[in-house]
Nanobody, 118 residues
Framework: QVQLVESGGGLVQPGGSLRLSCAAS????????MGWYRQAPGKQRELVAA???????NYADSVKGRFTISRDNAKNTVYLQMNSLKPEDTAVYFC????????????WGQGTQVTVSS
């Protein structure tokens, strides 16, 4: 069972940047793809970005060119660099391992709140 702790959220002005981190426990972290999801109030949780164990990435259209997902398998950590933030990026952000069908599995962490507002 992988346990996840997200951090790095906060309040930022439009156009600003944040870097989210997700620390995972468990020696099997490095073999799984990882995803960052977000959930805004009143909306469904959506996939923002994903990265395979080998470092291949994909992004939601809404964040392409602004967000970058990366991982450090030696530190059991996955990151989400968010630039040019917009108010519509406001949400709670979660990380989660993905199975080979790209479906999240395991327990969700508490998430980290990102608020983009002037």
């Amino acid at each position: 069972q992988v346990q996840l702790v997200e951090s790095g959220g906060g309040l930022v002005q439009p156009g600003g940047s944040l870097r989210l981190s997700c620390a995972a426990s468990g020696s099997i972290f490095s073999i799984y793809p990882m995803g960052w999801y977000r959930q805004a109030p009143g909306k469904q949780r959506e996939l923002v970005a994903a990265i395979t164990s080998g470092g291949r990435t994909n992004y939601a259209d809404s964040v392409k060119g602004r967000f970058t997902i990366s991982r450090d398998n030696a530190k059991n950590t996955v990151y989400l660099q968010m630039n040019s933030l917009k108010p519509e990026d406001t949400a709670v952000y979660f990380c989660i391992p993905l199975n080979n069908l790209g479906i999240p599995f395991g327990s969700w962490g508490q998430g980290t709140q990102v608020t983009v507002s002037s």
